[in-house]
């Protein structure tokens, strides 16, 4: 079970750098535009629109392109090369239009690292029984980044200033370039190993993929959850401090302790979703969010709010965890772009989630929770309507007659389910 994991242990450290770049700035975007670069409400909606915006279409691009190449390792260190170019700006820069030309182009680009990771990895776990479990097991490696990381940034920022959280970030994205250059393979290794001549084996060969309709309703609902998911997180500081009256510390400590959690709790979604269908899993996950976004909402203490990080860890989990590999089930002849449908939901909720948040200096930060709670019980709605109609891959059974010319009988297509 573990020899796949081990395989990827590359991919797992370029996940875990990338994972801290991420954590350390994300959380803090908001309050960087507000306090550092003094930005107006007006400005930082158009820097939380634009940023995501960008970084989708640079994204399904590069996405769509990728499935075309031999190997994705190229990719892989140019977009870690490109992150590490626009934090190293971003770290000294502070003239507003300046930044928002870094975000469009060089943090755009540098976004498409984390699908083609998925999809390399997707690519060499074809066949796989632990295809799930390795997946989910990379995806715990950006929760795990998130335990230091916010609280991290919240003592870099005590100490100095933003220079130092994106002169980390530059470090940990130069990191990832480097692991990529030496570790990752060109060649993607495949998942079932060689047999012996005159032996059988048996391998997956890819399904069909499923219909635009189910596609576009699962990854609307993607979206949604990620814009509820982005408002709780950007919000969270500023909810601490205007309506609790809590500090920057205690964000950073609750950010932190729902990522701990996150880790075995995805870890153990994993491995259920070898016994129990990974849909049934997956639809728990907006029901989860809904019930966090009415606890926060109400909340009048800062112990209530990290009590609740129970429930957002487990919904994180089941959603961020699983939910790759959902999508790329849903069109496995393309691991690429799936891999940059199911990221691309959260620049795209991001984007939603922008002017919300710009508005809730106005309304609010209680009403910015509530607006989540609503916006995961449609999400909920969509995923119910998005059901699946296609079977799993085939199988093809396969006797090796020699080293080098093996004879393949390939099963029937699969059959509609309803």
Do not use: K
Not at 51 to 62: E, Q
Not at 66 to 84: C, K, N, Q, Y
Not at 388 to 411: F, K
Request: with cysteine.
């Amino acid at each position: 079970m573990f020899a796949p994991v081990r395989r990827h242990v590359p991919l797992a450290l370029v996940f875990l750098c990338v994972g801290l770049a991420s954590a350390m700035a994300v959380p803090f975007l908001t309050l960087f535009l507000t306090d550092a670069v003094r930005a107006s409400a007006l400005q930082v909606t158009i820097f939380l629109i634009a940023a995501p915006l960008s970084s989708v279409v640079v994204s399904m691009a590069m996405g769509h392109w990728s499935d075309r190449l031999p190997s994705r390792r190229g990719l892989i260190i140019a977009t870690a090369v490109i992150g590490a170019v626009g934090a190293l700006l971003t770290a000294s820069v502070r003239d507003f239009w300046i930044l928002l030309a870094l975000t469009v182009t060089a943090t755009a680009a540098a976004s498409a690292l984390v699908p083609q990771v998925f999809a390399h990895a997707r690519v060499s776990l074809q066949g796989s029984p632990h295809a799930v479990m390795t997946m989910t097991t990379l995806r715990t490696i950006l929760s795990l980044s998130w335990v230091g990381g916010p609280f991290l940034a919240t003592v870099l920022l005590s100490l100095g200033d933003f220079v130092a959280v994106y002169g980390f970030a530059t470090a940990m994205y130069v990191i990832a370039a480097l692991v990529a250059w030496r570790m990752i393979p060109a060649n993607v290794p495949a998942a079932v190993g060689a047999t012996e001549p005159g032996s059988s084996s048996v391998t997956v060969s890819p399904g069909r993929d499923e219909g635009r309709r189910v596609i576009v309703l699962t990854i609307a609902a993607f979206v949604l959850l990620q814009c509820t998911g982005n408002l709780s997180l950007q919000a969270l500081p500023l909810f601490l401090r205007d309506e609790v009256q809590g500090g920057l510390g205690e964000a950073g400590l609750i950010l932190g302790l729902c990522a701990a959690i996150e880790i075995p709790l995805m870890l153990g979604f994993g491995l259920l979703a070898a016994r129990y269908r990974l849909r049934l899993l997956i639809l728990a996950g907006p029901l989860l969010s809904l019930a966090y976004a009415l606890v926060v909402a109400t909340a009048t203490d800062t112990w209530q709010i990290a009590a609740a990080q129970l429930i957002n860890a487990s919904a994180i989990a089941l959603l961020q965890g699983l939910g790759i590999s959902y999508v790329q089930d849903l069109v496995p002849s393309r691991p690429g772009h799936a891999s940059t449908l199911f990221t691309s939901a959260g620049p795209v909720g991001a984007m939603l989630a922008g002017p919300i948040l710009g508005a809730a200096q106005g309304f609010g930060y209680r009403e910015t929770y509530l607006i989540g709670a609503a916006l995961a019980a449609v999400a909920f709605v969509l995923f119910v309507l998005a059901r699946p109609t296609l079977t799993g891959p085939r199988i093809i059974r396969t006797t090796t007659v020699s080293s080098r010319r093996p004879v393949e009988h390939p099963q029937p297509e699969p059959q509609q389910v309803g």
